[in-house]
């Protein structure tokens, strides 16, 4: 079955420390995306790629970096340089382009971060 | 600044009858929405959109209402049933990605 597989479910960071959440699709789609969700602050786009070896900042970008090796495979670190990490990290994937013309986004299951 | 907004954070409905949940855009640029359907600990799935030529889009239950003027949307389910109980996410169509709203929590009781 085609789809987006996030992982790990749960995560827990401790002071300091750079964690990398797992995203991959076998939807065969371009553009890739990563957005948290904080209670009462909806859904914020953090980095997206439309290519492989492209990636651009979205509105929460700092203390995050992210990577585009492989069309499949759309990783996000979250660094020390975050401060509220604590929060539920969503990927997603679509072909590129408008969204009216073509398919609409799709959502992995999600990964809850947590702070020790 | 908050270009898509959800007022309402929650809604109760008793089952059977209406649910209307409403979204505010600034940006008059917009030209396409979709409304998103999330259950805890899950990602959102798609529910329906409407385009900005047309101001009605119903799919069964659900009618997506646009009006341009005002740049107002608003989700009307009926009937409401208790499995509809969700977040519920508008979003604007900004090119290359989508700009979501803050979402609205939907609770139906029996």
């Known amino acids: 079955d085609g789809g987006i597989t996030q992982s790990p479910k749960y995560l827990f960071r401790k002071e300091g420390q750079n964690v990398t959440l797992s995203c991959e699709q076998n939807l065969n789609h371009d553009a890739m995306y990563w957005y948290r969700q904080d209670p009462g602050q909806g859904l914020r786009l953090i980095y997206y790629?439309?290519?492989?070896?492209?990636?651009q900042k979205g509105d929460i970008a700092e203390g995050y970096s992210v990577s585009r090796e492989k069309k499949e495979s759309f990783p996000l670190t979250v660094t020390s340089a975050q401060k509220n990490p604590t929060a539920f990290y969503l990927c997603?994937?679509?072909?590129?382009?408008?969204?009216?013309?073509?398919?609409?986004?799709?959502f992995g299951s999600g990964t809850q971060l947590s702070v020790l | 600044d908050q270009q898509v907004k959800q007022n309402s954070p929650s809604l109760s409905v008793q089952e059977g009858r209406i649910s209307i949940l409403n979204c505010d855009y600034t940006n008059s640029m917009f030209d396409y929405f979709l409304w998103y359907k999330k259950y805890p600990a899950e990602g959102p799935t798609f529910l329906i959109s409407?385009?900005?030529?047309?101001d009605k889009n119903e799919d069964g239950r659900f009618t997506v209402f646009l009006n341009k003027s005002a740049k107002h949307l608003s989700l009307h389910i009926v009937p409401s049933q208790p499995g509809d109980s969700a977040v519920y996410f508008c979003a604007a169509d900004n090119t290359d990605k989508l700009i979501f709203g803050t979402g609205t929590r939907l609770q139906v009781f029996p």
């Open positions: 997603a994937s679509s072909k590129p382009g408008h969204f009216a013309t073509n398919e609409k986004l799709f």
């Open positions: 409407i385009s900005s030529i047309k």
């Open positions: 790629s439309q290519i492989v070896n492209d990636f």
